[in-house]
């Protein structure tokens, strides 16, 4: 039996508040194997006026269509199925690959503004904006629209003690661990301990790749693919290698620097970085240098958050990381320093935190880190990034696509 229609348009409604084009994530995969109960459609036609019938009658057609919309390639059918079938499974070697409706809060992509009004107030955002009513960007012909913002899982970041094992990727491994490069945990003094952590960062353009909000011109759109191992990188695990290529580092090696990350720390935990403190990663440490080694190991948690950090750091140094500047709703630009408000994570193993909201970058792991790491199959780490994004949404295309039925699905 279907759900009642009214129960139903009410959800796509409310789907469209981020343009959603089928029902809500968690209830995608059922679509996908369940066929559109018509018997139950003409029996509750039979009960209902003819309001009630023109309504079912419309229901039954974006119903189809959304159907059609992810059944309509025979490639993309099969994909999917690989796809759910694989993200059931964890391998021997430890890890499971990210499954996108278990594994992934899908409220993270909340706080959403439109024209700098935060249209879900029950969510706080890590920056405020300004009330812009409209925006306008460069292009042949020019684009006139509504500045909106909301977040986009985009990217994942591991963290493991075995080289060349991609904990995210199901635990594979795509070489023979080195010895040289092996991770630690190791013990300094009386009290005191040190570890050294490899890292991998994979593009997950999860929306593109799902078909999810295909008219926002400020998604994703790579493809998804292992964009750095730290296994061959030279830099990764060599302090004085890493200093040559961020000098950097000198200036903030002092009490002095150090001190002022304490205020970051209160900050982030209470959900705003300071980006003006670039150098400090919050209540986990030292930004710099960008090397794999973590000289005061307080936890599991601790650490490989803090080299979540300085990996997003060390990318944005080289030009491999974009972000939206607040007052641009058009075209990303490079930010050779990290500016931590665009970013948010979420720990996705070994023990998925799926309970709202994500973590800014610098909050303390006492607040959300507790019982996420254990001995044997627990001690490597999947984080998912979620990045802030800026759409200048067209009010021209939309409006035209408004006024038929073929206008809702596209």
């Not at 301990?193 to 960062?201: A, C, E, G, I, L």
């Not at 001190?259 to 003006?276: E, R, T």
């Not at 930010?335 to 193993?349: D, E, G």
């Not at 309970?355 to 970058?361: G, S, T």
Request: proline share 6%; with cysteine; net charge positive.
């Amino acid at each position: 039996m279907i759900s009642h229609p009214f129960h139903f348009l009410r959800r796509t409604i409310s789907g469209l508040l981020f343009r959603l084009r089928c029902p809500t994530l968690d209830k995608f995969s059922t679509i996908l194997h369940r066929q559109f109960d018509k018997n139950a459609l003409i029996a509750y036609q039979i009960n209902q006026n003819k309001r009630s019938s023109r309504m079912l009658e419309m229901l039954e057609s974006v119903y189809k269509k959304c159907v059609q919309r992810w059944t309509n390639s025979e490639k993309k059918r099969y994909l999917l199925g690989i796809f759910l079938l694989w993200t059931s499974f964890s391998f021997a070697d430890g890890g499971k690959f990210v499954n996108p409706i278990t594994d992934i809060c899908w409220g993270c992509i909340f706080p959403i503004h439109v024209s700098g009004v935060n249209v879900t107030p029950a969510h706080k955002d890590l920056v405020d904006y300004k009330v812009t009513p409209f925006c306008s960007c460069a292009g042949t012909p020019p684009k006139l629209g509504i500045p909106l913002t909301f977040w986009e899982p985009t990217a994942l970041i591991d963290v493991t003690t075995t080289p060349y094992k991609l904990t995210a990727w199901g635990g594979v491994s795509i070489s023979q661990a080195d010895v040289r490069k092996r991770g630690s945990i190791a013990h300094v003094g009386e009290s005191g301990r040190s570890s050294f952590y490899n890292v991998h960062y994979y593009n997950f353009p999860i929306l593109h790749w799902l078909g999810l909000l295909t008219d926002f011109s400020c998604l994703d759109s790579s493809d998804v693919a292992v964009s750095y191992l730290s296994e061959f990188d030279p830099f990764w695990d060599d302090d004085q290698w890493a200093s040559v290529l961020n000098p950097e580092v000198f200036l903030f090696s002092n009490p002095l620097a150090q001190a002022a990350c304490v205020p970051d720390c209160l900050a982030s935990s209470a959900g705003s970085p300071i980006d003006q403190l670039f150098w400090c990663a919050g209540c986990m440490g030292s930004l710099y240098p960008f090397v794999g080694y973590v000289p005061h190991h307080v936890g599991a948690i601790q650490a490989s958050y803090l080299l979540v950090h300085r990996l997003l750091g060390k990318l944005h140094s080289v030009g491999m990381r974009f972000g939206f500047r607040e007052d641009d709703f058009c075209d990303k630009t490079i930010m050779p320093r990290i500016k931590k408000t665009i970013y948010k994570t979420q720990l996705v193993q070994p023990i998925a935190n799926t309970k709202a909201p994500c973590q800014p970058l610098g909050k303390s792991d006492l607040f959300w880190g507790a019982g996420k790491s254990f001995p044997y199959g627990g001690e490597d780490f999947v984080y998912l990034i979620w990045t802030k994004k800026h759409c200048c949404l067209d009010m021209v295309k939309p409006a035209i696509k408004a006024t038929t039925l073929d206008g809702i699905i596209p």
